[in-house]
Antibody, heavy 122, light 107 residues
Framework: QVHLQETGPGLVRPSETLTLTCSVS?????????WGWVRQSPGQGLEWIGS???????YYNPSLESRVTISVDTSKNQFSLAVTSLTAADTAVYYC???????????????WGQGTLVTVSS | DIQMTQFPSTLSASVGDRVTITCRAS??????LAWYQQKPGRAPNLLIY???TLQSGVPSRFSGSGSGTEFTLTISSLQPDDFATYYC?????????FGQGTRVDIK
């Protein structure tokens, strides 16, 4: 069964850039599927950040698109998220996910990482 | 943007109860709707996709129905393991939106 694991800083200062990496095991991300990121602010609901296909084609939530970049490194079987110009509103648990194999299903998620809490604070 | 509205936001029920959660879309989304269950401190778990298709391994007491703008998730007989928060989600090639969630707690 595919396994996803997020790594990155737990604390980031306002205005800085957050970079998270998702390491995937038991499946080669170069073969198929969309890979993406979802976040959940403390006590709040779920928000799609963006998704990327193994080819590198990426799609983003319009509300975050100007600050977000998702990239894929098939040689390491990893994909990454960068979020710039952080504010306290970006404090959340960030999940990496595997979506479906079609653009239609890029955010139909059967596999989730355990999530990593990122706090934006000075 | 397509908005997804769930109700109720909180639901109190007892073991054995039949439970129904409603999700309404701001425009026609056909059957492109999924339901997830989330327990505290855990990632969500996919229950149903394409409005009514049960994900592999999910107990048959869960069912989904609806199309267009109104959808329901039904738990036929609530079990202790089912106390959790449930989210609907519209998915498509251009839009991904979650509902705000429905918390099911013990009466």
């Amino acid at each position: 069964q595919v396994h996803l694991q997020e790594t990155g800083p737990g604390l980031v200062r306002p205005s800085e850039t957050l970079t998270l990496t998702c390491s995937v095991s038991n499946y080669s991300i170069a073969i198929d599927y969309y890979w993406g990121w979802v976040r959940q602010s403390p006590g709040q609901g779920l928000e799609w950040i963006g998704s990327i296909f193994h080819s590198g084609a990426a799609y983003y939530n319009p509300s975050l698109e100007s600050r977000v970049t998702i990239s894929v490194d098939t040689s390491k079987n990893q994909f990454s998220l960068a979020v710039t110009s952080l504010t306290a509103a970006d404090t959340a648990v960030y999940y990496c996910v595997r979506g479906g194999g079609l653009r239609l299903t890029m955010m139909l998620v059967a596999f989730w990482g355990q999530g990593t809490l990122v706090t934006v604070s000075s | 943007d397509i908005q997804m509205t769930q109700f109720p936001s909180t639901l109190s029920a007892s073991v054995g109860d039949r439970v129904t959660i409603t999700c309404r879309a701001s425009q026609d989304i056909f059957s492109w709707l999924a339901w997830y269950q989330q327990k505290p401190g855990r990632a969500p778990n996919l229950l149903i996709y394409k409005a009514s298709t049960l994900q592999s391994g999910v107990p048959s007491r869960f069912s989904g129905s609806g199309s267009g703008t109104e959808f329901t998730l039904t738990i036929s007989s609530l079990q202790p393991d089912d106390f959790a928060t449930y989210y609907c989600q519209h998915y498509s090639s251009s839009s991904q939106t979650f509902g705000q969630g429905t918390r099911v707690d013990i009466k």
